[in-house]
């Protein structure tokens, strides 16, 4: 009986780790360069908050090549790969940033813009969005779309 005890002892122990887990600024450094060693990865971006909606705090990080904007989010869930997102640097386009930024800003989730719903928001408590604003050109608003299981992003 005293057995059984600890076991379940154990188990209670090993899910509140599980749920606890965030991932480390080294882990998520090492997993962005492994999926793209070409960018230059801005440590001091680095920024934490819950970006998927799962109750952990994800990491985001900015990177920069020839020309680009690279966006790096690493999940808590390990079992998640981290997203990678790729934007032309230097030209005034919907999908470009005028010159590379240097930090992101954690904003609350909103799923509603002036042109309407966001495809695949839902808001959840504790759930943030993170925008990425470089100098001259609008900001880039990054949230979670459940329905791409993945970050999506508008500019206005």
């Known amino acids: 009986m005293a057995m059984k005890g ?7 122990l090993a899910v ?5 887990a965030q991932v480390s600024g080294p882990t998520a450094l090492n997993a962005l360069r492994k999926m793209r060693p070409t960018t230059d990865w801005n440590t001091g971006s680095a920024k934490m908050a819950d970006f998927d909606c799962d109750g952990r705090p994800d990491m985001v990080l900015l990177g920069s090549e020839k020309n680009t904007v690279v966006v790096g989010v690493v999940w808590a869930a390990q079992s998640k790969q ?3 997102l790729v934007f032309p ?3 005034q386009a919907q999908n470009s940033f005028c010159s590379n930024p240097k930090s992101v800003e954690i ?5 509603q ?3 309407g719903p966001l495809p695949g928001c839902r808001a959840a408590a504790g759930c943030k ?6 100098t001259g050109c609008d900001a880039f608003y990054f949230y979670w779309d459940a329905s791409r299981l993945g970050v999506s992003w508008w500019k206005r």
């Open 16 to 20: 509140q780790c599980l749920a606890s």
């Open 82 to 84: 981290p997203q990678i």
């Open 107 to 111: 904003v609350p989730l909103d799923c």
């Open 129 to 134: 969005a993170f925008s990425v604003a470089d």
């Open 89 to 91: 640097s230097g030209r």
């Open 6 to 12: 600890f076991l379940v002892l154990v188990v209670v």
């Open 113 to 115: 813009t002036d042109a």
